[in-house]
């Protein structure tokens, strides 16, 4: 951020009230988990009898050790391993995929060009909560329940990274592509040379924003998954739950919302320049 | 080295008309400039050279062969272009090698060929920097080497200069002008500045509206404009035009250039002065003729400076009359 | 829009858009065609065989006292998510803003929740006010407030609003900075000099430089209200107390796959696609406009 001249900025007592402002609305922000890694912390006893600490406990490696290896359903482990794999499967599927089409839509004339953006267009933004019953008669059909194919596929099947990437290429120079078909570059050449290392940036954003979205999936493990091995962490949490939430271990259950919030929140303040560049340039 | 043809090569987008038939023959090593105003089609005619636009009808020949379905990777040109078109990530020296290692050639030759290349154009200090760390003029060197280090039988220029600022820019022109003797490649130079047209060319090509009105050597074309534009785009400050009628009462209209008109108590028309430009070399002083003509003269600062609002004579002698008809053909 | 440069080849690229063609068509158009086709059927008790009705589902649909309850909540509880996590987002990215220094390290704090799945943040708000272990649930008792979001329909409505515009704070916040940041702070200084104070200026000139970014996320937080929050709902209430909290896109889970009642869950499907397509449309005709500014 650059420096800003401060002639209207608030001095004194103001810049204290800013301050104040800021910290109340990261305390509400932090509260929930705070109280999450503090369960974590204890034993059952102490949060079934309330009103429980609002320090951490000394059951930490206890609890996570029991989450990660036997969990409730299934190891919590095997479920962040699901997750990795989705998530993954997910960001560097769609960004493949995209790229490849992106490419072809806005530096080629074929026929069906036009029939074909349209139809990016329909995907756009349409989730897969509306379509859900029909996709899973899908992957039911193809046998893909309970498998890593099914849990992916479908979810990057709509075209908002395709157009994410036809916006960045319209933006490349015209020139550049004349200079390298003058330097001898072939299509694919010119591809994987020029365009691919020069969007480098977008796809990192792009990554960042689509590993979060396939992590946090909920609705769709929940359907495709029937077998505890392959849920993946954030549904696998619900599942922990007996059917009344009276029984509910909750230190195993807050050590795997804390597990399952680690990877996202890692990759989102690691790349968090990225990220944002990424996030409002492309969204807006 | 080679030679280019053009022979009454024409370009239409669907039903417009943009070149309506251009014809040259390029000697080899000749450095020619295509000049015109903005639209009038001196970029596509370099384009499609470059083989960067199909040429609708007409050929395209290089060293003898015609080239007009030839990929421009195949066509033995480099290009320098207006924004450059540096690759942005990659080095000065691997935006240089990029042609060379698609082409296959050798790692010790490229490098051997970029070597020299920086070393004419005093890039070696920066052949590990990228493009953004570098000046205006010395990316402007960089799309220089990349065209050099090719060994191209002809060099094509798109504006190469206008993107940098006036004093680069007469320090660049120099260098080109210097650097293509010293290779003596043939080259094609786009521009719409007529004083890089003047001093860089062998011989340069007057385009207006998708027509070449003239081709020749800088001073003759001066000397002698085939048509009223270009007498008037030639030339700076361009040349009066007055209508003939107001002079000796002929049809069509004269051109007199600034310089060969002498302001004096009479003469062939008279007119009002306007303001006056000092110079310090030079005056020029503006003036109205009678019919509400604007017409330049550009004098000696020695003389005397007319007062704003004086009516004076104009005078220049016949040789320096040029003629042209309604159509604004020379007579 | 279109490239001046092309490469020729009809093959190359066809082949580079068929892996997109080929998923999208069999996990995107297909079953939205699927969608729309089993809409306008009903499957006898047995499920071996359906039967036409046309538009009978959407008859049906529509006079549903039960359907319509839906759509009400729906509204109701995305209109509070969008006003309270834009509103809290706002207010913390004008304090933001006003700050010289250190705004980029509240940045990095409040961004947090992005990252929470909203499944998780359904765990971590349940678990604050479960009736009998959750502390503030509890805190409420000790002040002689008997929290029960399990029975009371209001109090469910207002925790799976809370815990779903916690989670969308950190993405209206950073947007709502950058809109700050974008407006030339000469602007800003010019009306502090015409004597403007600081909420005249946030009123007169502030807000309305920034309505391009609050009309975006308007759209972007409703779409995420209606579609994303499925895993708050489902973790906290399953939509009960008696449908209090069953948004339109849980009902099409719950009467699909619980209930199976195929052809009314299709038939859902179809509405809620044309929604979603409108407000698609809506953003989209202001995206266009962006990219002529």
């Given at each position: 951020?650059?420096?800003?001249?401060?002639?209207?900025?608030?001095?004194?007592?103001?810049?204290?009230?800013?301050?104040?402002?800021?910290?109340?609305?990261?305390?509400?922000?932090?509260?929930?988990?705070?109280?999450?890694?503090?369960?974590?912390?204890?034993?059952?006893?102490?949060?079934?009898?309330?009103?429980?600490?609002?320090?951490?406990?000394?059951?930490?490696?206890?609890?996570?050790?029991?989450?990660?290896?036997?969990?409730?359903?299934?190891?919590?482990?095997?479920?962040?391993?699901?997750?990795?794999?989705?998530?993954?499967?997910?960001?560097?599927?769609?960004?493949?995929?995209?790229?490849?089409?992106?490419?072809?839509?806005?530096?080629?004339?074929?026929?069906?060009?036009?029939?074909?953006?349209?139809?990016?267009?329909?995907?756009?933004?349409?989730?897969?909560?509306?379509?859900?019953?029909?996709?899973?008669?899908?992957?039911?059909?193809?046998?893909?329940?309970?498998?890593?194919?099914?849990?992916?596929?479908?979810?990057?099947?709509?075209?908002?990274?395709?157009?994410?990437?036809?916006?960045?290429?319209?933006?490349?120079?015209?020139?550049?592509?004349?200079?390298?078909?003058?330097?001898?570059?072939?299509?694919?050449?010119?591809?994987?040379?020029?365009?691919?290392?020069?969007?480098?940036?977008?796809?990192?954003?792009?990554?960042?924003?689509?590993?979060?979205?396939?992590?946090?999936?909920?609705?769709?493990?929940?359907?495709?998954?029937?077998?505890?091995?392959?849920?993946?962490?954030?549904?696998?949490?619900?599942?922990?739950?007996?059917?009344?939430?009276?029984?509910?271990?909750?230190?195993?259950?807050?050590?795997?919302?804390?597990?399952?919030?680690?990877?996202?929140?890692?990759?989102?303040?690691?790349?968090?320049?990225?990220?944002?560049?990424?996030?409002?340039?492309?969204?807006? | 080295?080679?030679?280019?043809?053009?022979?009454?090569?024409?370009?239409?987008?669907?039903?417009?008309?943009?070149?309506?038939?251009?014809?040259?023959?390029?000697?080899?090593?000749?450095?020619?400039?295509?000049?015109?105003?903005?639209?009038?089609?001196?970029?596509?005619?370099?384009?499609?050279?470059?083989?960067?636009?199909?040429?609708?009808?007409?050929?395209?020949?290089?060293?003898?062969?015609?080239?007009?379905?030839?990929?421009?990777?195949?066509?033995?040109?480099?290009?320098?272009?207006?924004?450059?078109?540096?690759?942005?990530?990659?080095?000065?020296?691997?935006?240089?090698?990029?042609?060379?290692?698609?082409?296959?050639?050798?790692?010790?030759?490229?490098?051997?060929?970029?070597?020299?290349?920086?070393?004419?154009?005093?890039?070696?200090?920066?052949?590990?920097?990228?493009?953004?760390?570098?000046?205006?003029?010395?990316?402007?060197?960089?799309?220089?080497?990349?065209?050099?280090?090719?060994?191209?039988?002809?060099?094509?220029?798109?504006?190469?200069?206008?993107?940098?600022?006036?004093?680069?820019?007469?320090?660049?022109?120099?260098?080109?002008?210097?650097?293509?003797?010293?290779?003596?490649?043939?080259?094609?130079?786009?521009?719409?500045?007529?004083?890089?047209?003047?001093?860089?060319?062998?011989?340069?090509?007057?385009?207006?509206?998708?027509?070449?009105?003239?081709?020749?050597?800088?001073?003759?074309?001066?000397?002698?404009?085939?048509?009223?534009?270009?007498?008037?785009?030639?030339?700076?400050?361009?040349?009066?035009?007055?209508?003939?009628?107001?002079?000796?009462?002929?049809?069509?209209?004269?051109?007199?250039?600034?310089?060969?008109?002498?302001?004096?108590?009479?003469?062939?028309?008279?007119?009002?002065?306007?303001?006056?430009?000092?110079?310090?070399?030079?005056?020029?002083?503006?003036?109205?003729?009678?019919?509400?003509?604007?017409?330049?003269?550009?004098?000696?600062?020695?003389?005397?400076?007319p007062g704003e609002g004086e009516t004076r004579g104009l005078s220049w002698a016949d040789e320096n009359i040029m003629r042209f008809d309604a159509s604004g053909l020379r007579q | 829009m279109e490239k001046r440069v092309t490469f020729k080849g009809i093959w190359l690229p066809l082949l580079l858009v068929l892996p997109q063609i080929l998923i999208t068509a069999v996990f995107f158009f297909y079953p939205a065609g699927q969608a729309i086709w089993q809409s306008l059927f009903i499957p006898d008790p047995f499920g071996l065989s359906m039967q036409w009705v046309g538009l009978g589902n959407f008859e049906f649909l529509l006079s549903d006292p039960f359907y319509r309850a839906s759509f009400l909540t729906?509204?109701?509880?995305?209109?509070?998510?969008?006003?309270?996590?834009?509103?809290?987002?706002?207010?913390?990215?004008?304090?933001?803003?006003?700050?010289?220094?250190?705004?980029?390290?509240?940045?990095?704090?409040?961004?947090?929740?992005?990252?929470?799945?909203?499944?998780?943040?359904?765990?971590?708000?349940?678990?604050?006010?479960?009736?009998?272990?959750?502390?503030?649930?509890?805190?409420?008792?000790?002040?002689?407030?008997?929290?029960?979001?399990?029975?009371?329909?209001?109090?469910?409505?207002?925790?799976?609003?809370?815990?779903?515009?916690?989670?969308?704070?950190?993405?209206?916040?950073?947007?709502?900075?950058?809109?700050?940041?974008?407006?030339?702070?000469?602007?800003?200084?010019?009306?502090?000099?015409?004597?403007?104070?600081?909420?005249?200026?946030?009123?007169?000139?502030?807000?309305?430089?920034?309505?391009?970014?609050?009309?975006?996320?308007?759209?972007?937080?409703?779409?995420?209200?209606?579609?994303?929050?499925?895993?708050?709902?489902?973790?906290?209430?399953?939509?009960?107390?008696?449908?209090?909290?069953?948004?339109?896109?849980?009902?099409?889970?719950?009467?699909?796959?619980?209930?199976?009642?195929?052809?009314?869950?299709?038939?859902?499907?179809?509405?809620?696609?044309?929604?979603?397509?409108?407000?698609?449309?809506?953003?989209?005709?202001?995206?266009?406009?962006?990219?002529?500014?």
């Open positions: 951020m650059a420096e800003r001249n401060g002639m209207v900025e608030k001095r004194g007592s103001g810049l204290w009230l800013t301050h104040l402002g800021l910290i109340i609305g990261v305390a509400f922000i932090f509260f929930p988990i705070w109280l999450a890694f503090i369960a974590s912390t204890v034993d059952q006893q102490d949060i079934v009898r309330p009103p429980m600490p609002l320090l951490p406990g000394d059951k930490l490696f206890e609890n996570y050790g029991r989450a990660l290896v036997s969990g409730v359903n299934a190891p919590v482990a095997t479920m962040l391993l699901n997750s990795l794999v989705m998530a993954l499967g997910i960001a560097i599927g769609k960004i493949a995929i995209s790229l490849l089409s992106a490419f072809a839509i806005v530096y080629f004339r074929f026929p069906g060009r036009k029939v074909f953006f349209w139809l990016i267009f329909l995907t756009l933004m349409l989730p897969v909560e509306v379509r859900i019953v029909p996709t899973f008669e899908v992957i039911a059909n193809f046998g893909m329940l309970n498998s890593y194919s099914g849990l992916i596929l479908p979810l990057i099947a709509s075209a908002t990274a395709t157009f994410l990437f036809r916006q960045f290429f319209m933006t490349v120079p015209d020139e550049l592509a004349e200079a390298a078909r003058v330097d001898g570059a072939r299509p694919m050449r010119f591809f994987f040379d020029i365009l691919l290392p020069m969007s480098r940036t977008n796809i990192a954003a792009l990554f960042v924003i689509l590993f979060i979205y396939g992590w946090n999936q909920y609705l769709w493990p929940l359907l495709i998954t029937t077998d505890p091995e392959m849920n993946t962490i954030v549904m696998g949490i619900k599942q922990m739950f007996p059917s009344g939430d009276d029984f509910a271990h909750w230190p195993t259950i807050m050590a795997t919302s804390i597990l399952a919030m680690i990877p996202p929140v890692i990759v989102v303040i690691g790349m968090q320049r990225l990220f944002i560049r990424g996030l409002v340039e492309s969204e807006k | 080295m080679a030679t280019l043809k053009l022979d009454n090569v024409k370009k239409s987008f669907g039903k417009t008309d943009v070149i309506h038939g251009v014809s040259i023959d390029v000697n080899d090593g000749e450095f020619i400039v295509i000049v015109g105003p903005s639209g009038c089609g001196k970029s596509t005619l370099l384009r499609m050279v470059a083989g960067l636009e199909t040429v609708t009808s007409g050929e395209v020949q290089i060293g003898g062969k015609v080239v007009n379905d030839v990929e421009p990777m195949d066509r033995d040109i480099a290009m320098v272009f207006q924004n450059y078109a540096l690759y942005p990530h990659m080095s000065v020296f691997d935006n240089m090698a990029y042609g060379l290692k698609i082409a296959k050639v050798s790692k010790d030759e490229i490098s051997e060929r970029v070597q020299t290349a920086a070393k004419l154009l005093q890039l070696e200090p920066y052949l590990q920097r990228k493009p953004r760390e570098l000046s205006g003029g010395q990316r402007q060197r960089v799309a220089m080497g990349r065209a050099i280090v090719r060994k191209p039988a002809v060099f094509l220029f798109d504006e190469p200069l206008s993107n940098l600022d006036a004093k680069l820019r007469v320090q660049m022109r120099l260098e080109i002008k210097a650097l293509q003797r010293e290779l003596g490649v043939t080259s094609l130079y786009v521009t719409h500045d007529q004083v890089e047209a003047m001093t860089l060319a062998d011989r340069m090509i007057v385009m207006n509206a998708g027509v070449a009105d003239q081709i020749g050597a800088p001073l003759d074309v001066y000397a002698n404009p085939a048509t009223e534009f270009v007498a008037g785009f030639i030339g700076s400050p361009p040349t009066n035009f007055i209508d003939a009628s107001l002079v000796d009462g002929q049809s069509g209209r004269i051109g007199v250039r600034p310089e060969h008109i002498e302001l004096s108590d009479t003469g062939r028309i008279t007119a009002t002065v306007g303001y006056a430009e000092a110079l310090g070399a030079e005056t020029l002083v503006h003036l109205r003729a009678s019919d509400g003509s604007q017409i330049t003269v550009r004098q000696d600062a020695a003389l005397p400076i | 729906t509204a109701i509880f995305s209109i509070l998510v969008t006003v309270v996590s834009m509103g809290v987002a706002l207010y913390l990215a004008v304090l933001a803003d006003r700050l010289i220094k250190g705004s980029g390290t509240y940045r990095t704090l409040l961004i947090w929740p992005y990252a929470v799945a909203p499944a998780v943040a359904g765990v971590l708000w349940l678990f604050m006010f479960n009736t009998r272990v959750g502390v503030v649930s509890w805190y409420l008792g000790q002040l002689g407030y008997d929290w029960n979001h399990v029975l009371n329909e209001g109090e469910a409505m207002g925790l799976v609003v809370v815990a779903s515009a916690w989670g969308r704070i950190s993405y209206n916040f950073l947007f709502f900075l950058a809109g700050l940041q974008a407006i030339p702070k000469s602007v800003i200084e010019a009306a502090a000099i015409d004597g403007a104070r600081f909420w005249t200026r946030f009123r007169t000139i502030v807000w309305p430089l920034l309505s391009p970014t609050t009309f975006f996320l308007l759209v972007v937080n409703i779409i995420y209200a209606f579609f994303e929050t499925f895993g708050v709902i489902h973790t906290i209430t399953s939509g009960g107390p008696q449908q209090a909290t069953t948004i339109l896109v849980y009902k099409v889970y719950s009467d699909g796959f619980v209930g199976q009642d195929l052809g009314s869950s299709a038939a859902q499907s179809v509405i809620l696609l044309v929604i979603v397509s409108i407000l698609t449309v809506v953003q989209f005709k202001y995206i266009e406009r962006r990219v002529h500014y």
